[in-house]
């Protein structure tokens, strides 16, 4: 089975500042996918990043990257230049492969302070 | 295009009563999920589907049945409500496994 923990509840950061958001992930796998989705108070559910397994090169996404570790199973989320609409919950995903299947994290709630 | 409808938004069930969750999708997705979402839980896979006629069982898959005669629709039933099943519900599309999901906009069902 497939596990995703995101240890931090809960992080704040000021405006036009960096946050790294962690998550680390379990699997057997070595073929899969990673994600990263924004939830904002709409409760809407947004894409921010994307990560293939097999390739080594970390994501970028305008001020949104990844840092990805393979091998320690670590796939983090730095934000740059924090901005006010950037205060969401913030959820790591795992993507399986085949089969549809996606495990996510328990969430990360993100608050920008002006 | 109007992407994943869920109906309704918001719905209160008394214990035993039974439901259907509307899920629709005009992207000719073949991949389509149900997830719940509860507090400090994030969100967990209820069933899922690779194209019409064709669904399995995600992680928490008791007390929710689903069908899926058509590729645009995929709704998920609740035969008798109990209180452990109040939560926020998802639908979900993609063009493939691993794509980008398409998320409805959530349904919040309290069961009393």
């Known amino acids: 089975a497939q596990t995703v923990t995101q240890s931090q509840p809960e992080m704040s950061v000021q405006e036009a500042e960096t946050v790294t958001l962690s998550c680390t992930y379990d699997t057997s796998e070595n073929n899969y996918y990673l994600f990263w989705y924004k939830q904002p108070p709409s409760r809407q559910m947004i894409l921010v990043i994307r990560?293939?397994?097999?390739?080594?090169q970390n994501a970028t996404e305008n001020r949104f990257s990844v840092n990805f570790q393979k091998a320690a199973k670590s796939f983090s989320l730095k934000i740059s230049d924090s901005q006010l609409g950037d205060t969401a919950m913030y959820f790591c995903a795992f993507g399986m492969n085949t089969g549809n299947q996606f495990y996510f994290g328990t969430g990360t709630s993100l608050t920008v302070i002006p | 295009n109007a992407g994943v409808t869920q109906t309704p938004k918001f719905q209160v069930l008394k214990t035993g009563q039974s439901m259907t969750l509307q899920c629709a999708q005009d992207m000719n997705h073949e991949y389509m999920s149900w997830y719940r979402q509860d507090p400090g839980m994030g969100l967990r896979l209820i069933h899922y589907s690779v194209g019409a006629g064709i669904t399995d069982q995600g992680e928490v898959p008791n007390g929710y049945n689903v069908s899926r005669s058509t590729t645009e629709d995929f709704p998920l039933r609740l035969l008798s409500a109990a209180p452990s099943q109040t939560s926020v519900y998802f639908c979900?599309?993609?063009?493939?496994?691993?794509?980008?999901?398409?998320f409805g906009s959530g349904t919040q069902l309290s069961v009393l």
């Open positions: 990560q293939e397994a097999y390739k080594q």
């Open positions: 979900a599309s993609s063009r493939a496994t691993n794509e980008k999901l398409f």
